[in-house]
């Protein structure tokens, strides 16, 4: 059985105690801490009180990490923004070894303009990716890249195009992310499980609904079909929902998020038991 997180975003709201305090009340083992959520990233992102919120929830141990992506293309074609994207990154990675993360997610960038990506794209994509090598290299922590939505200038949104990647770069992991791969078909994601393999570190579990993704699993048969894939394969890694607050008719107090957050483990835990 894997380990059940949720990502810090559910609560970007509240300090990064609460996060770990909620994400506690809930009943979950896990959490993924973007590095931008509010609290952490506006205030100089305080390695101090990121440490003091994991030691005071050993249960958590290790967390997972997200790095920096709002704002943010590595592989974009002003050099500026792609260099400011990629020492994110590198930050993002060195910050998860120390704080001991099992796993740090990262994004792969898209082609700036809203066009089928070019050769010259997938050279700058070359170079992020040589640059997250030597930064991943000698470290505990496994990096592993997401796909993405499947939109005409993102760069790794099928399973082949992971896998043709994971099989060039073998220090590199990844990450399912199930709303993505479910706005094309539940086929589509669990090709992602059957060619990642053992390289499947973690999943963002969420569901879709009109063609967006990131809302709730307990209602959606879809998502518990992917779920039983995943356990019939035995995948033992981190599922992590991420949930989008927004989709939700009103603002959602902490308690309700708490709840929430009960309702869709107990889909977690009945299947993936």
């Given at each position: 059985?894997?380990?059940?997180?949720?990502?810090?975003?559910?609560?970007?709201?509240?300090?990064?105690?609460?996060?770990?305090?909620?994400?506690?009340?809930?009943?979950?083992?896990?959490?993924?801490?973007?590095?931008?959520?509010?609290?952490?990233?506006?205030?100089?992102?305080?390695?101090?009180?990121?440490?003091?919120?994991?030691?005071?929830?050993?249960?958590?141990?290790?967390?997972?990490?997200?790095?920096?992506?709002?704002?943010?293309?590595?592989?974009?074609?002003?050099?500026?923004?792609?260099?400011?994207?990629?020492?994110?990154?590198?930050?993002?990675?060195?910050l998860a070894e120390r704080i001991g993360a099992g796993v740090v997610t990262i994004h792969p960038g898209k082609r700036?303009?809203?066009?089928?990506?070019?050769?010259?794209?997938?050279?700058?994509?070359?170079?992020?990716?040589?640059?997250?090598?030597?930064?991943?290299?000698?470290?505990?922590?496994?990096?592993?890249?997401?796909?993405?939505?499947?939109?005409?200038?993102?760069?790794?949104?099928?399973?082949?195009?992971?896998?043709?990647?994971?099989?060039?770069?073998?220090?590199?992991?990844?990450?399912?992310?199930?709303?993505?791969?479910?706005?094309?078909?539940?086929?589509?994601?669990?090709?992602?499980?059957d060619l990642a393999g053992e390289r499947l570190v973690n999943v963002h579990v969420s569901a879709t609904k009109n063609?967006?993704?990131?809302?709730?699993?307990?209602?959606?048969?879809?998502?518990?079909?992917?779920?039983?894939?995943?356990?019939?394969?035995?995948?033992?890694?981190?599922?992590?929902?991420?949930?989008?607050?927004?989709?939700?008719?009103?603002?959602?107090?902490?308690?309700?998020?708490?709840?929430?957050?009960?309702?869709?483990?107990?889909?977690?835990?009945?299947?993936?038991?």
């Amino acid at each position: 059985m894997g380990r059940f997180a949720v990502s810090s975003m559910l609560f970007h709201e509240y300090p990064s105690e609460y996060i770990f305090d909620y994400v506690a009340e809930s009943g979950l083992d896990g959490i993924e801490f973007w590095v931008e959520t509010p609290h952490f990233w506006l205030r100089g992102r305080p390695e101090d009180e990121l440490l003091r919120c994991i030691d005071n929830h050993p249960e958590f141990a290790p967390i997972t990490l997200h790095a920096p992506t709002l704002d943010l293309n590595p592989t974009s074609i002003n050099p500026r923004v792609a260099a400011a994207s990629i020492e994110y990154t590198v930050e993002a990675i060195a910050l998860a070894e120390r704080i001991g993360a099992g796993v740090v997610t990262i994004h792969p960038g898209k082609r700036t303009a809203r066009r089928v990506p070019s050769a010259y794209d997938y050279e700058r994509f070359e170079r992020y990716i040589g640059r997250i090598r030597d930064a991943a290299e000698g470290k505990q922590v496994r990096v592993a890249i997401e796909n993405m939505e499947p939109k005409v200038n993102s760069l790794l949104y099928t399973p082949e195009s992971a896998a043709e990647l994971l099989e060039r770069e073998p220090w590199l992991y990844f990450t399912l992310d199930m709303g993505h791969a479910l706005m094309t078909s539940v086929g589509e994601a669990i090709r992602y499980i059957d060619l990642a393999g053992e390289r499947l570190v973690n999943v963002h579990v969420s569901a879709t609904k009109n063609g967006r993704p990131h809302y709730p699993i307990h209602p959606d048969e879809n998502a518990k079909l992917i779920l039983e894939a995943l356990a019939e394969r035995g995948y033992a890694g981190y599922l992590t929902l991420e949930l989008q607050d927004l989709h939700f008719s009103h603002e959602l107090t902490s308690e309700e998020k708490i709840l929430l957050l009960m309702k869709e483990q107990a889909v977690l835990r009945d299947i993936m038991a």
